[in-house]
């Protein structure tokens, strides 16, 4: 599927609603924006929040605007309670 786009002033494109609508990707959501050197290509990948501290996609819990999964989080726990 294909369309052409013009980049306005400010650099910016956008990424038709059937495009979207198609791929489940809403308004506010956030891309990981990568540029392929070798064949001079961007290419736009919807961000999966990972765990900060595992990298575990599975069983998430925001926190301050990072994630942390529920076993990781249960492993901080357990450290605090050691230390105290």
Do not use: F
Request: charged share 25%; net charge positive.
């Amino acid at each position: 599927m294909r369309c052409v786009k013009t980049i306005d002033e400010n650099g910016r494109i956008t990424i038709p609603k059937y495009m979207r609508k198609m791929i489940g990707i809403s308004g506010a959501e956030n891309l990981d924006v990568m540029l392929m050197d070798e064949v001079g290509q961007i290419v736009l990948r919807r961000r999966v929040p990972k765990c900060a501290v595992c990298g575990s996609p599975k069983n998430l819990r925001e926190i301050n605007g990072a994630h942390i999964c529920r076993g990781c989080a249960a492993a901080v726990s357990a450290l605090n309670k050691k230390e105290l």
